[in-house]
């Protein structure tokens, strides 16, 4: 039994359809028997989808439907069955004779593999290409008159400023979480707050020193945007960086803390959130924000 | 927090003579083993133990680290002590130790303790209090050479973790063994967790370039029931303070061993002196007033 597309059946995840059936659960199968001697154990497990064990395995046999290894072989087409068979679940339409010419690549609708994004798939195609992010202490090295990436979704709000190493802004920053907090939630929570009451900024030891910045006092970051207050964790764990000839230091903000919240509500905190520091620069293709590379400058509060 | 009716009693605290129902049961030593290695300073441990034990939560301040707080306390049993270590060639490595009671096979809190059963050791290791007969003398806090056991001014009673006797003894292993997500918490019999720390500490040595992995079961205090596997077992100062050959305090030991029995036996001897001296001198006979100094003027009879 097959998903159709005719509306007559439901699934919640096509993956794993036929992964149980009358037989049981074949997840639970063990059987170590491997005839084509290729590591393809087709009766140990299931594996999504269909129980297929290597995608796309079409592609190991030539336009004849021969494979390309005579010894060890997945898959082919077999003129007696017309079909396709092999020591794996065929990734395609078993009926489709050779003569047919469908392209193995049966994801893609062009039917073959892809060595460069086809138009329109991704909004700063065809090819990967590495970017510094909107705020960055270099240019490009590898091609420094385009250094960020130039389809990158902006607003042009007041807030939309970026910040150089010229105007001051010479520490790296990135925001992060910690295990003991989730999100924006658990300030809220008197068993996470116990574990770790109070917001802070984790600063390298010799950025402290140079700045006279000393651990559990205030700080102040700055972004080109807006502030951020709170206490500074010393540390040794960061180390500075040597970037393009030039030693630069990184610090580093958790980000649950915010308005409200017990700390917040005691008046423990400054009530700034991490992210009005970060730049709101999105990616075109997967919508993800800089918040995790932009330059601020930070002194005691 | 214990289970009396399943574990059985070893030695108790301030008592004449066996503990009760000596000899009646044999169980295995049981031992937390924790692999400082594989740590990961999650603290799931910390919360699982004050979840188990129904403890009210504390407030908390920022201190420069991520460890909760600097010492465990009345309601914090099992705390992870942070340090950042720096390497003679400057590398940093942060270490992280589960700090609890250790649960000495010859354990300072009992000896030091003058009330009968208020710490009791189980023949599987396990040391607990009964805070039902505790006075609160504190003499518990002094005695431990791990500074674990911690007093609560509201009820006077000392508390500190009791290896979740009420779990053992009804074959469970520990909350905090349950919560860890790393495998580094291990629980079962002495025997075992001992072999498996030396193959560890082995494999340290062999494969992973820390020649001085070991393991921490300190013979000073004739072995603990919390057994730890250090990078470094030759300075085990730097994890959080770990002493390295932990002994109970003399003056406990000259007043349980040496003072008691004597003064005791003296004491019992000045009485029974006395007793004699009645019997066989007889009671206190009238004595003749002492004749008057010339020129007093003082009123007779």
Redesign the interface.
């Known amino acids: 039994m097959w998903l159709k597309d005719d509306g007559t059946t439901l699934s919640g995840n096509w993956l794993y359809c036929g992964s149980w059936t009358e037989a049981g659960a074949l997840t639970q199968r063990r059987g170590t028997e491997d005839p084509s001697e290729l590591g393809i154990y087709p009766n140990w497990a299931w594996s999504w989808p269909a129980n297929r064990r290597v995608l796309y395995n079409r592609a190991s046999c030539d336009g004849n439907g021969k494979p390309w290894d005579p010894s060890p072989r997945q898959v082919w087409w077999d003129e007696a069955k017309q079909s396709w068979i092999g020591n794996d679940v065929p990734d395609f339409k078993a009926d489709s004779t050779p003569k047919d010419h469908m392209g193995p690549f049966i994801m893609n609708p062009e039917g073959v593999g892809r060595l460069f994004v086809p138009l329109g798939a991704m909004a700063d195609g065809p090819f990967s290409e590495f970017y510094e992010p909107i705020e960055s202490p270099i240019a490009n090295p590898l091609h420094p008159n385009q250094s960020s990436n130039p389809v990158v979704k902006k607003y042009k709000t007041d807030l939309d400023k970026y910040g150089t190493v010229d105007q001051g802004f010479n520490v790296i920053c990135t925001t992060y979480r910690l295990t003991e907090h989730y999100h924006y939630w658990t300030k809220n929570n008197p068993m996470n707050v116990q574990l770790v009451p109070e917001p802070f900024v984790e600063v390298p030891a010799e950025l402290a020193d140079r700045m006279g910045i000393r651990g559990g006092e205030n700080v102040r970051v700055t972004s080109a945007r807006s502030q951020y207050v709170a206490k500074a964790m010393v540390t040794r764990r960061i180390r500075p960086m040597h970037v393009d000839g030039k030693e630069m230091f990184q610090i580093g903000i958790p980000i649950h803390w915010g308005f409200r919240g017990i700390a917040e509500d005691e008046g423990k905190t400054a009530k700034t959130l991490a992210n009005q520091l970060t730049p709101t620069v999105i990616d075109p293709n997967a919508y993800t924000r800089e918040f995790k590379g932009f330059l601020v400058k930070i002194e005691r509060a | 927090m214990s289970d009396r009716r399943t574990l059985q009693v070893k030695q108790m605290s301030g008592h004449s003579g066996e503990a009760p129902g000596f000899g009646v049961q044999r169980e295995p030593e049981v031992c937390k083993l924790i692999d400082t290695t594989i740590c990961?300073?999650?603290?799931a441990c910390?919360?699982a133990c004050?979840?188990w034990n129904d403890m009210p939560?504390?407030?908390?301040?920022?201190?420069?680290?991520?460890q909760?707080m600097p010492e465990t306390r009345w309601n914090f049993w099992n705390l992870i002590k942070f340090n950042?270590h720096?390497r003679e060639d400057g590398t940093?490595q942060?270490l992280m130790r589960k700090d609890q009671c250790m649960h000495c096979a010859d354990p300072g809190c009992l000896r030091a303790c003058p009330a009968d059963g208020a710490i009791v050791q189980y023949v599987n290791g396990i040391v607990d209090f009964q805070q039902e007969n505790c006075i609160g003398c504190e003499f518990c806090v002094s005695g431990c050479p791990y500074d674990i056991p911690k007093f609560n001014p509201a009820t006077k009673k000392v508390y500190k973790c009791t290896l979740c006797s009420d779990r053992v003894g009804q074959g469970l292993e520990p909350a905090c063994i349950k919560a860890c997500p790393t495998g580094c918490l291990k629980f079962g019999t002495k025997e075992d967790m001992k072999y498996i720390a030396e193959e560890r500490a082995k494999q340290l040595r062999e494969n992973f370039g820390f020649a001085q992995a070991g393991v921490y079961d300190p013979q000073s205090i004739g072995g603990t029931h919390v057994v730890y596997v250090l990078h470094d077992a030759s300075d085990p100062e730097r994890y959080g303070g770990l002493p390295k050959d932990p002994v109970i305090p003399w003056s406990y030991t000259v007043w349980k061993w040496l003072a008691k029995p004597v003064l005791g036996t003296l004491s019992l001897m000045g009485l029974a002196g006395v007793l004699m001296h009645y019997v066989s001198v007889g009671p206190r006979r009238p004595q003749p007033e002492p004749p008057l100094k010339e020129g007093t003027d003082v009123h007779r009879g």
């Open positions: 990961i300073g999650c603290k910390e919360v004050v979840e939560f504390g407030p908390t301040t920022f201190d420069n680290t991520y909760t950042e720096q940093v942060w």
